[in-house]
């Protein structure tokens, strides 16, 4: 397991190796194309984040001690920008996933972010931190 500041900053020197955005942009949705089909089962209410534009679905689970993510949206960007936080999201030690913050996103320096898309990328970060929430409540009830 890596630091938030370590994964998000790899993802950060990643992109820094392209020179334009075109590059940048065709890496990103490469990552998003990348995402494993999600079961559409799990494309619900539950799973849906509500304050996004387009349609995100997340399903977080716990396995192996630490947080499984899927995630899938009808929106290439934002699966692609999904794909991101799955990285960053299987990668860090369970108790980080509240310290999360999408810095790192504007980091990427691949767009200036329309107020509706920044809300976007809020509401995501919200549902991921509730359902992380959710699932370490159960853990600690649960033993």
Not at 92 to 107: K, S, V
Request: aromatic share 6%; with cysteine; glycine share 4%.
């Amino acid at each position: 397991m890596k630091t938030i500041d370590a994964i998000t900053q790899e993802i950060v020197a990643e992109f820094a190796q392209f020179d334009s955005v075109d590059e940048k942009y065709v890496h990103l949705f490469t990552l998003g194309d990348s995402l494993p089909p999600m079961d559409p089962s799990l494309k619900n209410e539950v799973n849906r984040v509500q304050g996004c534009q387009s349609k995100l679905w997340f399903q977080l689970q716990w396995k192996d001690d630490h947080f499984h993510l899927q995630a899938d949206s009808d929106s290439s960007v934002i699966k692609a920008i999904s794909a991101l936080l799955v990285r960053v999201v299987e990668n860090i030690p369970p108790g980080e996933l509240q310290d999360l913050n999408l810095e790192f996103i504007d980091e990427l320096k691949i767009w200036k972010l329309a107020s509706e898309r920044n809300n976007g990328l809020v509401a995501m970060l919200e549902h991921l931190k509730r359902q992380a929430a959710e699932l370490q409540s159960k853990k600690a009830a649960h033993g």
